[in-house]
């Protein structure tokens, strides 16, 4: 690689010399003017392997931040915006958005970060500004919540990455699939430096999210049930998010069986496969309940076990939160009488958590070893076997797969 870097460096002296001929500009306007030259993998397209490309990537301009990544994971998000099956399909792109970096150069205007900060790059920002920022309840920031459509910056509506001046699509503004990348300063929390970034990286989306989502919204009281639709690390981290509650039967609803013996590590000590019965899960879970689990955390993105998760809760009292990313024409049909009947549906993103705010501290609750990241990391692959994380993703093989951007 290091061949291929040295066209771009002399390209890039040839720039920079130019620059510094006009003292005034070299001054003011060193960060804005440095493009760097990184591997990056590339979706060229719906489904096809990831390809690694050398991208060429702009400074950060106002409010942004130009990350280096050292550590990615992948989540089931990232599959689905791949395949395209269910989403729309915006290609080429560079995919990922659960990762873990250190702050390269910042743009103008951003005074909270700087080069070297220990970082973790999440997929919807905090402006500390608006109505939702203000809110206590919200997470679901005005300028910078999740926006899965959005292939550029928000300052500009112009990608940060290109290959021969061929733009790039960005991803949930965060694109962590390459060695560099550039997010808006409020998508990015500092954390403790000396977190281990190859743990920690975890927290950017999928433990975060699960926990969040069954500690922050659902919030379960000592000796409650809690039925977690979902095996995977987002409905093991709400598992988890049950057990430090004192939740004292947590069921496990997975159509792959293979989830349930890893899933006793979590806390989870009932099991329930909809596969083997002939009649609606929720049915199944309100019998073995006496009338239904007290709170649901759906972590599929299957509207089937949407519907299921909200209908297994108990009467009078019952809390569901779904958590999985639906199929873009998925419609939720339930009768009106379940909510009659005293049931509440709620929705998060990130597990309620406003980024910037929250997030250092759940890296510190990590450190303090109240929670145990190390479980949920099932594979680890180097950069150039990236497509093998997709591989263990797709046949339920991984929870978590840690990607090293080094190798
Ligand atoms: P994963 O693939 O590792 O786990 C999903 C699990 O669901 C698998 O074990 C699968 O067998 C199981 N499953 C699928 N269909 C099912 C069904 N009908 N009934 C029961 N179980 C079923 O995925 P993950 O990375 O843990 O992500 C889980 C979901 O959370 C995905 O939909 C992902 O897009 C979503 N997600 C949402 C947010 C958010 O902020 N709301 C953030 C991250 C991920
Ligand atoms: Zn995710």
């Known amino acids: ?115 070297g900060d220990h970082v973790l790059p999440v997929f919807t920002g905090e402006c500390k500004e608006c109505a939702h920022c203000l809110s206590e309840e919200s997470n679901m920031c005005d300028l910078l919540r999740i926006n899965t459509d959005r292939g550029v910056m928000l300052s500009d509506g112009q990608s940060r990455f290109s290959i021969k001046g061929k733009p790039i699509n960005h991803f949930l503004g965060t694109s962590t699939f390459s060695e560099y990348t550039v997010v808006h300063s409020g998508c990015v929390a500092k954390i403790n430096p000396l977190a281990p970034l190859d743990k920690v990286c975890v927290l950017s989306c999928g433990f975060s999210t699960g926990f969040g989502a069954t500690v922050n919204v659902a919030k379960p009281t000592k000796g409650s049930t809690v039925a977690v639709f979902g095996l995977g690390a987002v409905g093991l981290a709400a598992a988890e998010g049950a057990r430090v509650s004192g939740a004292s039967r947590i069921i496990g609803v997975d159509v792959n069986p293979k989830r349930f013996e890893e899933a006793k590590k979590f806390g989870v000590n009932e099991f329930v496969n909809p596969k083997d019965y002939d009649r609606p899960v929720q049915e199944v879970i309100a ?121």
């Not at 690689?1 to 003011?28: N, T, Y």
């Not at 489904?47 to 400074?59: D, F, H, I, M, T």
């Not at 955390?297 to 089937?304: K, L, R, S």
């Open 1 to 115: 690689r290091d061949g291929k870097h040295s066209w771009a460096g002399h390209k890039m002296q040839r720039f920079v010399s130019f620059i510094e001929d006009i003292p005034f500009l070299s001054l003011c306007c060193h960060t804005q003017l440095t493009f760097l030259l990184c591997v990056a993998a590339v979706a060229w397209e719906a489904g096809k392997p990831l390809v690694l490309e050398e991208v060429e990537v702009a400074p950060p301009q106002a409010m942004e931040v130009r990350l280096k990544i050292l550590y990615a994971s992948l989540c089931h998000t990232d599959v689905y915006f791949w395949e395209a099956k269910g989403q729309k399909p915006i290609f080429p792109r560079i995919l990922g958005h659960e990762a873990a970096g250190i702050v390269e150069s910042v743009g103008e205007g951003v005074t909270e970060l700087a080069p």
């Open 287 to 407: 019998e073995m309940t006496g009338g239904g689990a007290d709170r649901s955390v759906e972590c599929t993105g299957n509207i089937d076990a949407m519907i299921s998760a909200f209908e297994c809760v108990h009467d009078g009292w019952g809390v569901a939160v779904l958590v999985g990313v639906p199929h873009k024409d998925a419609v939720l049909k339930t009768h009106p009488v379940n909510f009659l009947n005293e049931r509440t549906l709620k929705g998060t993103f990130f597990g309620n958590y406003k980024p910037r705010s929250d997030l250092p501290s759940v890296v510190e609750r990590y450190m303090n070893k109240e929670i145990e990241l190390e479980k949920f990391i099932t594979h680890e692959v180097t950069f150039s076997e990236i497509n093998k994380a997709f591989d263990y993703m797709l046949q339920g093989a991984s929870l978590r797969c840690i990607i090293r951007m080094d190798g």
